[in-house]
């Protein structure tokens, strides 16, 4: 496989004080062949501005909107929609490339016996992004029955895999991530490669992880994933899903956070 054209897709909603480094991670790679499509939901903030006063530094490789949507899930399928690349990959508009080599890696990593890969995530505090609050340390296919997935800002799938599998599933308010990645490797055993390396810097607080109470929801959303893809799973695996969780927030002295649940679950 000739090396691939690489479409980051960010979608982004009232980030103003955050999407100048999700920008600049992407422009600062040093693998070229990247397009970046940036999914707006009608920001009133400035967001909009930062992206006009940025779009001159991509040469013609940005592609951007800004337009109501049906949330995250709704704006990633309209990016994948606009993406041009052979791959995809979703940088959320918080979140930045751990260095300039991670599209590279990404990019060298794929081959005719590869449809997806993905790697390391490393946590890191929302105001403080030197502060490191955990990693999730991937690992080569191990059978989401048992407890496994890969981390999904880390998640880069041949884009033809979009249009035989279908996008992601908007009826899943948290987990639409997660049952993508179920549907395309645990079902239609796509062929994945693993990066031991981290990809990704997140910020403490998304969508899943923002609130004790998304937490659980996202584990009910993660038990109907599993049925609607026909997939038989042990009742227990929220609990054995939820208790590494549980651990690392103790670990990371973030339990604190989750518990006063200032999310908008």
């Known amino acids: 496989m000739k090396k691939p054209k690489i479409s980051v897709i960010t979608p982004a909603f009232n980030s103003a004080a955050t999407i100048t480094d999700t920008i600049e991670s992407v422009l600062t790679q040093s693998y070229p062949c990247v397009e970046h499509v940036i999914i707006d939901g009608g920001s009133t903030d400035g967001t909009v501005d930062i992206i006009r006063r940025m779009e001159r530094h991509y040469e013609g490789c940005?592609?951007?909107?800004?337009?109501?949507d049906g949330g995250l899930y709704d704006a990633m399928n309209k990016g994948i929609r606009m993406a041009t690349g052979d791959v995809v990959g979703i940088l959320n508009s918080d979140d930045f490339f751990t260095d300039e080599k991670s599209l590279k890696t990404v990019a060298d990593a794929f081959g005719n016996d590869t449809d997806a890969v993905f790697g390391n995530l490393?946590?890191?505090?929302?105001?403080?992004?030197?502060?490191?609050?955990?990693?999730?340390?991937?690992?080569?296919?191990?059978?989401?029955?048992?407890?496994?997935?890969?981390?999904h800002p880390t998640f880069y799938a041949k884009k033809s895999l979009y249009n035989d599998f279908g996008g992601f599933n908007t009826a899943f308010r948290i987990a639409a991530d997660f049952e993508l990645?179920?549907?395309?490797?645990?079902?239609?055993?796509?062929?994945?490669?693993y990066l031991d390396r981290c990809l990704v810097d997140m910020r403490?607080?998304?969508?899943?992880?923002?609130?004790?109470r998304n937490i659980i929801e996202g584990n009910r959303e993660v038990m109907r994933a599993f049925t609607v893809n026909g997939i038989k799973v042990s009742?227990?695996?929220?609990?054995?899903?939820?208790?590494?969780?549980?651990?690392?927030?103790?670990?990371?002295?973030?339990?604190?956070?989750?518990?006063?649940?200032r999310g908008n679950g």
């Open 122 to 151: 490393k946590f890191v505090g929302r105001e403080d992004t030197e502060k490191v609050m955990r990693i999730w340390k991937g690992s080569p296919y191990r059978s989401f029955r048992k407890g496994w997935h890969p981390g």
């Open 62 to 68: 940005l592609r951007w909107v800004s337009e109501p």
């Open 181 to 193: 990645m179920l549907r395309f490797i645990e079902k239609n055993r796509i062929r994945t490669r």
């Open 235 to 261: 009742p227990l695996y929220p609990l054995m899903r939820l208790l590494p969780k549980i651990h690392g927030l103790f670990t990371h002295n973030l339990l604190s956070t989750l518990l006063s649940d």
């Open 204 to 212: 403490v607080g998304g969508t899943s992880t923002r609130s004790l």
